[in-house]
């Protein structure tokens, strides 16, 4: 059982954050989404210093961030970027605020451990059930809404052209991405959970060029890495999110070096046919 919920959350949040992730990408919403992340950890210093829940304040903080981008890039156009990148600087320097107004009774603690690199003692059923729940909405949502996130993701302007509402879809998937990464900070530390978004899809860019197997490949890339990093962590007594976030680098390394050999080979194959 102490193993199970571990590997569980894990699965789960590699799962989820690997699905998202590939929305991420193709929506070009990564640089929103690095910042949330950060608003998340900022979310969860102030709960360690208020003594509340870090997982609930990291999702109000991160949701709440998403919202206010959300309502701004309507008007600020291509400059959320810019303005996203400053709220980056500021949660990140709020998170080390608040660890460093800790005392040292509580920097000893694993409330700041859990915070920075993850930890496995703060998962429990309630909180994976919450993950599995957030991750069957995805899903559900995908499904509800296939044909216009297809056109979405085909092409922007063309899709809004057809009438789809694409700052919403944009905007809702926004959302999901910050309860995924409050959710699943406890398990990588907040500094590293943003490997899980990203490392999957861009593994799967190398393995595939075709975005229905994109699509297939990153969920299941992100259960591998994050599986494969905790057990590493209980092998070799690390952190968890730095081994997972190490996995997944690993995994994304290879998968590079691979298709640069296959796209050499296949170069080289072609001279030779010349």
Not at 43 to 57: K, P
Not at 247 to 274: C, D, G
């Amino acid at each position: 059982m102490i193993v199970a919920l571990p590997l569980l959350t894990s699965f789960l949040s590699g799962l989820l954050c690997g699905t998202l992730g590939y929305y991420v990408d193709k929506l070009r919403i990564a640089t929103l989404s690095f910042s949330v992340a950060h608003a998340a950890l900022a979310g969860a210093a102030v709960g360690m210093i208020l003594g509340m829940d870090m997982t609930l304040t990291a999702a109000l903080t991160a949701v709440g961030f998403a919202s206010v981008m959300g309502t701004l890039s309507l008007k600020v156009g291509e400059a959320k970027e810019l303005i996203s990148m400053s709220f980056f600087s500021f949660f990140n320097a709020l998170a080390l605020f608040m660890i460093y107004l800790s005392n040292t009774t509580v920097l000893a603690t694993s409330s700041v451990a859990a915070i920075l690199w993850g930890s496995v003692l703060a998962i429990t059923p309630f909180k994976i059930s919450v993950l599995a729940s957030t991750l069957l909405l995805f899903i559900l949502y995908v499904i509800l809404y296939k044909h216009r996130l297809d056109s979405l993701l085909f092409d922007r302007k063309l899709a809004e052209a057809e009438g789809i509402n694409v700052h919403a879809h944009a905007f809702t998937i926004l959302l999901f991405v910050s309860v995924a990464i409050a959710l699943t900070l406890k398990l990588t530390g907040g500094f590293l959970v943003f490997s899980l978004l990203y490392n999957p899809v861009m593994t799967s860019i190398q393995i595939s060029r075709k975005a229905h197997v994109q699509q297939l490949l990153s969920p299941t890339l992100g259960a591998i890495a994050a599986t494969i990093g905790l057990l590493t962590s209980y092998a070799i007594d690390l952190p968890v999110g730095a081994c997972i976030a190490v996995t997944s680098s690993i995994i994304l390394l290879v998968s590079a070096i691979a298709r640069a050999i296959f796209n050499y080979a296949l170069a080289k194959k072609a001279i030779s046919y010349s």
